[in-house]
């Protein structure tokens, strides 16, 4: 059974920082690109970061510079760090696994920025 789990969301004031974690089972880790989408209330689900296989890395133009991802594949987790954070930023964070085979989606995990 295939399951993706988000954690570390929270509430944080603007300029403040999280560091997002989805720990993977039931997958080949390596074999799967990774990637973290966001849904605001009323809005599409977006792309905001993701990994390759390979450790390459690509970030939405509204995050770039502030968020940071990473995977470790020894222990089947990617993570987002996430930096100066912005209230555009509050939304339902969501972990996305990809191979040609398909793709899985966590639970997702909830980040509020707010003064």
Not at 28 to 37: D, L, N, V
Not at 43 to 55: D, F, H, M, P
Not at 63 to 72: E, L, M, Q, W, Y
Request: hydrophobic share 30%; with cysteine.
């Amino acid at each position: 059974q295939v399951q993706l789990v988000e954690s570390g969301g929270g509430l944080v004031q603007p300029g403040g920082s999280l560091r997002l974690s989805c720990a993977a089972s039931g997958i080949i880790f390596s074999s799967y690109s990774m990637a973290w989408y966001r849904q605001a209330p009323g809005k599409q689900r977006e792309l905001v970061a993701s990994i390759s296989t390979g450790g390459s890395t690509n970030y939405a133009d509204s995050v770039k510079g502030r968020f940071t991802i990473s995977r470790d594949n020894a222990k089947n987790t990617v993570a987002l760090q996430m930096n100066s954070l912005k209230p555009e930023d509050t939304a339902v964070y969501y972990c996305n696994a990809r191979s040609v085979n398909g793709y899985y989606w966590g639970q997702g995990t909830q980040v509020t920025v707010s003064s």
